[in-house]
């Protein structure tokens, strides 16, 4: 059963363990004892995958990908 679930990106608990799990990305499983550990990787994960959804659209609206300022347009 799913903790917490964003996306791709599960957090789930095992008996005494945590699993983090990306979906399509079995080599990424990561089993841990501490939550603290678990829920850092859960939310790096989920994070990672959020920031390169909107940088990816950012760059389709002509805007950097990182600050989100509109790109000058180059000339010659």
Do not use: C, H
């Amino acid at each position: 059963m799913a903790v917490y679930k964003l996306g791709p990106v599960r957090l789930t608990q095992r008996g005494g363990q945590y699993v983090v799990n990306i979906d399509g990305e079995p080599e990424a499983e990561g089993i841990y004892e501490n939550p603290i550990e678990a829920w850092t990787r859960f939310i790096d994960s989920a994070d990672s995958r959020v920031r390169r959804r909107i940088g990816d659209l950012l760059e389709k609206q002509g805007r950097n990908r990182y600050t989100g300022a509109l790109e000058q347009l180059k000339t010659g």
